[in-house]
């Protein structure tokens, strides 16, 4: 069943001096199945991060329709949309987003707070979370007191807390090593595996590797998929580097 589908979604920006007009998105449509895990690659300037505000409800789209466990992000009232957002989907970002001056635990309990949520029923979802996510030592300290790696995996606790029906990460190993890098896709794997919808915009080969499927954005519009079906990481990687290296080299697209 989809959880998510995207239909023939255009979005031209218009510049506020001289009133250009600057097509970011032309005609994109694709669809993600429940317990999916998804990956979305492209250069600079191809429209993904257009395509990822538009997903998030942080953006609306010219033309074209965004389809979330069967209700239109574009019917959905501004006066609605934040609680729409946090009810519905988790974030993981690049550069973590947690408040420093909140403990570990309280950054995870956030969008349960602003939910009205009780605390028993916070207590009661953090714990297995964070057993899962090895982070149950760190739910006292704060965010400057721990490591990058560790601040990820708390942001993904976050983004969990909710039981979202789609996790969206935006660039999640952008900013950590090799290590952390490494533990933070394996941690995604072991949650897609237990049901969790995962989109993710990444420009690493590596991290891209780890997904069910890869979706190429060029010039606003689908180029190619890969399928990862019965493929090794290692040969996904070969697969999506093929795929890149035509893209860059101005290969003809793919229907």
């Excluded at 957002?85 to 309990?109: A, C, E, H, K, P």
């Excluded at 499927?213 to 010039?219: A, G, L, P, Q, S």
């Excluded at 079906?229 to 290692?234: E, F, I, K």
Aim: no cysteine; net charge positive.
């Amino acid at each position: 069943m989809s959880i998510l589908e995207v239909n023939s979604l255009k979005k031209i920006y218009t510049t506020r001096f001289g009133g250009n007009q600057v097509t970011a998105l032309t005609n994109v449509s694709f669809s993600v199945e429940e317990g999916e895990y998804v990956a979305i690659m492209g250069e600079s300037g191809s429209g993904k991060t257009t395509l990822l505000n538009i997903l998030a409800a942080l953006d609306k789209p010219t033309e074209g329709t965004v389809i979330l466990d069967k209700k239109n992000l574009s019917a959905v009232k501004d006066k609605e949309i934040s609680a729409f957002r946090r009810d519905n989907l988790g974030f993981v970002f690049q550069d973590f987003n947690l408040l420093d001056n909140f403990s570990v635990q309280d950054n995870i309990f956030l969008p349960l707070v602003l939910a009205g949520k009780k605390y028993e029923i916070m207590a009661k979802r953090i714990a297995p979370i964070a057993k899962m996510l090895s982070i149950s030592d760190l739910l006292k300290k704060f965010p400057y007191e721990i490591s990058g790696g560790q601040k990820q995996r708390v942001a993904i606790a976050r983004a969990m807390i909710t039981n979202p029906k789609l996790i969206l990460a935006d660039e999640p190993t952008g900013a950590l090593d090799s290590n952390s890098s490494d533990s933070l896709l394996k941690i995604f794997n072991e949650i897609n595996e237990k049901g969790q919808t995962i989109l993710m915009v990444t420009h690493s080969t590596k991290a891209a590797s780890h997904a069910n499927r890869v979706m190429f954005i060029k010039d606003g519009v689908v180029y190619h998929q890969i399928y990862k079906g019965t493929s090794t990481n290692q040969q996904m990687y070969q697969k999506i580097s093929d795929t890149l290296t035509l893209m860059a080299t101005g290969g003809e697209r793919n229907e």
